[in-house]
């Protein structure tokens, strides 16, 4: 291949496809993702979802006042063991117990102790915004609990051939002006968000002194393109959880290797002062 094109299409700053040429199926299809999991509970999809979620359980415990923001289908309760989880999003569906708009948070200063936000920052259209509220509502050692896309070479491979969201390292996450997603388009992902954010501690520390980064793990290679997708989907084969365990040894092997070329996901926990 030539390394120009190459260049182009793999390692641009800025790549943003329009959703009618996503190569995946039912994207933003909330309900069909919640049915088809609970009706199949595809061995893939669910130990891909047990790994998003059940190392959070660890700083949720025993919390009284605990929200995932942008749950989406729902599926955090399937893993999350508090009672007190409640679901919000921007939609009406049966399993969302409030309705939130990230970027308009209702809560009360110093009223939360925990925020969940499992792959929904690269949609926010202003992160810095929405992190400086979220911050805001925390109590004092309250926790922003993330699960997030991470925007490694493969993980922009993948993105590409797919045409499955996108991402840009030109926007400015740390400003309250800047738009960080494609405005003309709804389903629009940035998926370099959170590395911009959260690769660099010291930078992040300047714009959110309120706040320590008080977990920051990379994850995931191979289990993600083999789950199949999470809402939007495509073709998989369900393995057996022997093999989906050797996977993630491998997976973590690899991530170790070269923190640049596998990771498609990390974990980070914030905690306000």
């Known amino acids: 291949m030539n390394p120009n094109i190459f ?17 995946m199926n039912n994207v933003g299809d909330l309900l069909s993702a919640r049915k088809r999991f609970i009706k199949k509970k595809p061995t893939n999809l669910t130990f891909l979802l047990s790994k998003r979620y059940k190392w959070m359980n660890q700083y949720i415990n025993g919390k009284k006042t605990v929200y995932e923001l942008g749950g989406g289908a729902g599926f955090s309760k399937f ?13 009406n569906h049966d399993w969302i117990d409030n ?30 915004k929405f992190l400086k509220k979220a911050i805001y509502c925390l109590k004092p050692k309250g926790k922003i609990i993330i699960s997030d896309i991470n925007t490694s070479f493969f993980m922009r491979l993948i993105i590409r051939i797919m045409r499955h ?56 290679f191979l289990i993600f393109p083999l789950s199949g997708g999470v809402i939007a989907t495509t073709s998989t084969i369900n393995l057996p959880k022997y093999i989906l365990n050797l996977i993630d040894i491998l997976d973590n092997t690899l991530i170790k290797l070269s923190k640049e070329i596998f990771p498609f996901g990390m974990e980070v926990v914030l905690q306000k002062k």
């Open 79 to 91: 893993f999350i063991k508090n009672k007190n989880l409640k679901i919000t999003d921007v939609s």
């Open 165 to 220: 969201e996108g991402w840009s390292y030109d926007r400015d996450v740390f400003s309250s002006e800047s738009i960080c997603n494609d405005p003309s388009d709804p389903w629009s992902g940035n998926c370099a968000v959170p590395q911009m954010l959260f690769s660099n501690k010291y930078k992040f520390k300047k714009y959110f002194p309120e706040v320590d980064i008080v977990h920051f793990k990379l994850r995931e």
């Open 7 to 23: 260049r182009k299409h793999f390692l641009a700053p800025t790549y943003f496809p329009k959703s009618k040429d996503n190569f």
């Open 99 to 128: 309705y939130v708009d990230a970027l308009d948070l209702p809560f009360e200063k110093n009223s939360v102790d925990i925020f969940i936000c499992s792959h929904m920052i690269h949609h926010v259209a202003n992160p810095y």
